[in-house]
T-cell receptor, first 110, second 115 residues
């Protein structure tokens, strides 16, 4: 069956450190993968999209990697700030609709 | 604000009542999606429209759910005879399809509580 798994535990990190989130999937062949941020009670906000033929993508302090052989994406937040505290969702292209993981909650301590 | 908007933001209803939610997408976007999200889970796909045509419905969408997108602009999602299990956040997203790549932009959601 199809499955998308993100870090099962919430991530608590010190300000200034790098947060690394994982997204593993099985029985999908996504043409692209996206990462979203979601704050409590709000809709997801798009952060980054990476295509299957791209290994890495960066945007400001964010970096995403995509390994179609391992069926894994890594999401990094460098120089983390308390304002980065949120839930981060991995989403796979599934014939245009998106299939989401359950998300990883990140808390950045000042 | 030119983002996706949803109305109402919150809805409390009694079991058995009908509810209707509205979504206004980003104006130039041709695709509109509905998702449902329960606590601790990611959004789950319900249905989507290309312009006014409803192209796919999830098996999650029972006969009590119906969605429309008249004239290919705003969309409504109606739930008839609500059940407590329908309590969730209902999210709308829109996108502009360019090749085989699209970014979906989400609205703030409508939180439904069925008592």
């Amino acid at each position: 069956s199809q499955k998308i798994e993100q870090n099962s535990e919430a991530l608590n990190i010190q300000e200034g450190k790098t947060a690394t989130l994982t997204c593993n999937y099985t029985n999908y062949s996504p043409a692209y993968l996206q990462w979203y941020r979601q704050d409590p009670g709000r809709g997801p906000v798009f952060l980054l999209l990476i295509r299957e033929n791209e290994k890495e993508k960066r945007k400001e302090r964010l970096k995403v990697t995509f390994d179609t052989t391992l069926k894994q994406s890594l999401f990094h937040i460098t120089a983390s700030q308390p304002a980065d505290s949120a839930t981060y969702l991995c989403a796979l292209d599934n014939d245009y609709k998106l299939s989401f993981g359950a998300g990883t909650t990140v808390t950045v301590r000042a | 604000d030119t983002g996706v908007s949803q109305d109402p933001r919150h809805k409390i209803t009694k079991r058995g009542q009908n509810v209707t939610f509205r979504c206004d997408p980003i104006s130039e976007h041709n695709r509109l999606y509905w998702y449902r999200q329960t606590l601790g889970q990611g959004p789950e796909f319900l249905t989507y429209f290309q312009n006014e045509a409803q192209l796919e419905k999830s098996r999650l969408l029972s006969d009590r759910f119906s969605a429309e997108r008249p004239k290919g602009s705003f969309s409504t999602l109606e739930i008839q005879r609500t059940e407590q299990g329908d309590s969730a956040m209902y999210l709308c997203a829109s996108s502009l399809v360019q090749g085989h790549q699209e970014t979906q932009y989400f609205g703030p959601g409508t939180r439904l509580l069925v008592l």
